[in-house]
């Protein structure tokens, strides 16, 4: 036997390797070993049929919030985060980055609590002011966005750390996006720009036509005040400006921060996001976001074809983190794999100001591999009929069945 594990008969989409077809998958010692159209069962310890799902990377959320452990009421950095490994196998995610939640005072509380123990892959980006997103009123503390502090904790965790945000600022300067891009460039980072609170001061189109640096990412791209079409009905040009110039588009879901409005024009134009994330936390979980598969299915329902809406959740977001080591299918890679139901039928999908869409196809994930083990299951297909497993097993040895 070559393998530990072949899952077989699946239709494999891996963007970065340009594969969209029928294929089979074997996965020895944690990584990928084998993706060829027919894979031989006697090479493999275990074999799981998938037909009828199409076999996908793991998925890589960009934006969530993860930092749930400090007891903080109200709080993105406490009871408004989520545990990772209660949210992210079961909808096909292997990798999650949480977006800001910490900063340079309680990073390392928030490793040791939650990143160090989940069996999710968690990355973070660190935010820019001091106690991160304690409150919306924490990070308008201008003096506590340290750039110094913040690149020098991103240097120390650099295995972890892959960004600096800049979230929810309420004034009409520059201050939180700069110095969050100050401590980027010291680090050798992208930044991550939530814009917050809207201001004429600081408009949108100027942040990223003439802030933003390639590489950094403006994320919430389909919030409410955002500017997409002219009076003509047509894209305004400064989006495809910032796209040249090298500027992230990520959707960061959540709970307010997506419509339809400006979704599906740009959509229709060619004007797709770069990343597809969820801005998953326990209001956006329970609202009309729900998880990842669900904001990638409203994208098909928008008519992007879905080997792209897979490459927005798997190797672009990869690459925009500098993780080109996940995201992909390569042999070699890391065994990090989700198999998702298209599902067929009549679907509602809602955005963020209770705006519907209906759409005919719906993503729905039924088996997760992350580091090669199967790690969700939903449809028992590792399993075996339990009349052929003997009349002892599930007894464990320092069980006794004692009869009455």
Not at 27 to 47: C, F, H, L, M
Not at 302 to 310: D, S, T
Request: hydrophobic fraction near 40%.
């Amino acid at each position: 036997m070559n393998y530990d594990l072949l899952l077989k008969g699946g239709h494999v989409i891996d963007p970065k390797n340009s594969i969209d077809e029928p294929m089979d998958i074997a996965i020895a010692q944690g990584r990928i070993a084998e993706v060829a159209e027919d894979i031989k069962v006697e090479r493999a310890e275990q074999v799981v049929h998938v037909e009828g799902l199409y076999i996908t990377p793991g998925l890589v959320d960009l934006h969530c919030h993860l930092y749930a452990t400090p007891g903080h009421r109200d709080a993105w950095a406490g009871d408004n985060s989520v545990l990772p490994d209660g949210f992210s196998f079961r909808t096909g995610v292997t990798t999650m980055v949480d977006a800001g939640s910490s900063g340079w005072r309680n990073f390392e509380d928030f490793r040791y609590r939650v990143i160090d123990r989940a069996k999710t892959r968690v990355l973070a980006m660190i935010n820019i002011t001091g106690l991160g997103m304690l409150t919306d009123i924490v990070e308008q503390n201008v003096y506590d966005m340290d750039p110094q502090l913040t690149s020098r904790m991103a240097k120390e965790h650099a295995d972890v750390i892959v960004g600096v945000k800049s979230a929810h600022y309420f004034g009409p300067e520059w201050v939180s996006i700069e110095k969050s891009m100050e401590a980027g460039q010291l680090a050798g980072l992208p930044v991550m720009v939530d814009v917050g609170y809207f201001r004429a001061e600081r408009p949108f189109h100027q942040m990223v036509t003439e802030k933003l640096r390639p590489g950094d990412i403006a994320t919430h791209m389909y919030r409410g005040p955002i500017p997409y079409l002219g009076p003509d009905g047509k894209l305004l040009n400064y989006l495809f400006a910032a796209r040249e110039r090298g500027v992230i588009f990520d959707v960061g879901h959540g709970e307010g921060s997506f419509v339809f409005r400006n979704a599906v024009p740009s959509i229709e134009q060619g004007f797709w996001p770069d990343t597809i994330s969820s801005d998953l936390h326990t209001s956006s979980m329970n609202g009309p976001m729900m998880d990842l598969p669900t904001v990638m299915s409203k994208f098909l329902a928008m008519g992007m074809p879905l080997k792209a809406v897979i490459e927005a959740a798997t190797a672009r977001p990869a690459q925009v983190i500098g993780r080109p080591d996940l995201g992909h299918l390569t042999v070699g890679a890391v065994a990090d794999l989700a198999a998702f139901n298209l599902l067929q039928g009549k679907f509602g999908f809602c955005d963020a100001g209770m705006g519907k869409l209906e759409g005919s196809r719906r993503l729905f994930n039924e088996l997760t591999i992350k580091d090669g083990r199967v790690v969700w299951d939903w449809n028992a297909r590792t399993a075996v009929d339990y009349r052929k497993l003997g009349s002892s097993y599930g007894v464990r040895e320092v069980d006794e069945i004692v009869y009455p």
